[in-house]
């Protein structure tokens, strides 16, 4: 089954404190094309040639296609030159992931913040989502793709936060210097909301699966099995100087009894494989 297969179902009143939070702000919707394909992917009778075609009606969304069916990340021997290919080759669950992650990331805002740089925070996202895509293989290969999607948005509300919330910029900066090592508890600390609480909200306003809210709202949390390979990588940032591939590696041998070597090896390739999928979104 793809990763849209069950659709969000988390009660409104769970999130009333968030809503509050963020009361003069509206999540914006996905585009058209992307809206159209989602929803035609998760219609198990209609066939890919026919998602192919709605996608080329959409040339940033055809690019990002191709450039994904051609990177590292993929492998395929050859190079692949039309969305109707790429489609066939990467099937429902990668593309579905893909104009998830897409999607998002057209939605998400650029704060005007000293503190965010848009790009050190995609690639922070892709090198996470390529850690725990490569780690899935190992222990749940059948939840690759949706582990891929949950670790790239797990951090998706802080751009929201900095531009939306007065002082969470200056927060996000001691983030980044290495001032703060447990942000989601300084997030509580100071605003009552966590970036995982609000990731969680907005993932219910654009009626994303209910297991991938659910994997973006625990993702620090590592009381639950079915989270385990998205806790893995949780933290992966590119801030604060933070030996994060030892804690991945010790958390990985910890909880899976996986190999440390097997890991760091794992580990080097993705963070290759990510600057290609980070380019998707800049």
């Given amino acids: 089954m793809g990763i849209l297969r069950r659709r969000g179902s988390l009660t409104k009143a769970r999130y009333q404190s968030v809503e509050e939070l963020f009361q003069d702000y509206e999540v914006p919707s996905f585009s058209g094309v992307a809206s159209e394909v989602l929803s035609m992917l998760s219609d198990p009778s209609i066939e890919l040639p026919a998602i192919a075609q709605v996608i080329n009606l959409d040339p940033g969304t055809s690019v990002s296609v191709l450039r994904l069916v051609n990177s590292a990340a993929v492998g395929f021997s050859r190079p692949v030159g039309s969305v109707q290919q790429a489609v066939v080759l990467l099937g429902r669950n990668q593309i579905e992931s893909l104009l998830v992650c897409r999607a998002v990331g057209q939605a ?82 100071r605003f009552g909301r966590s970036h995982e609480d609000v990731g969680a909200w907005m993932s219910t306003q654009w009626a994303l699966p209910s297991d991938l809210v659910d994997l973006i709202d625990d993702h620090h949390h590592d009381d639950r099995d079915e989270h385990l390979t998205a806790y893995l990588v949780a933290g992966w940032d590119l801030a604060g100087g933070v030996d994060q591939r030892e804690q991945v590696i010790a958390r990985s041998h910890a909880r899976s009894g996986l190999d440390e070597d097997r890991v760091d090896a794992a580990i080097t390739t993705a963070l290759t494989e990510a600057h290609g999928i980070a380019e998707l979104f800049y």
């Avoid at 793709?145 to 802080?158: K, P, V, W």
């Fill in 108 to 189: 998400l805002p650029r704060p005007a913040s000293a503190g965010f740089d848009n790009r050190r925070f995609w690639l922070a996202s892709a090198q996470r989502a390529s850690i725990a895509s490569a780690l899935a293989e190992i222990v749940e290969p059948a939840r690759q793709s949706e582990i891929f999607t949950a670790a790239l948005l797990q951090d998706m509300a802080i751009p929201v936060m900095c531009e939306r919330l007065d002082g969470y910029s200056d927060l996000h900066t001691e983030w980044v210097q290495g001032a703060i090592t447990d942000l989601d508890e300084v997030e509580e600390e």
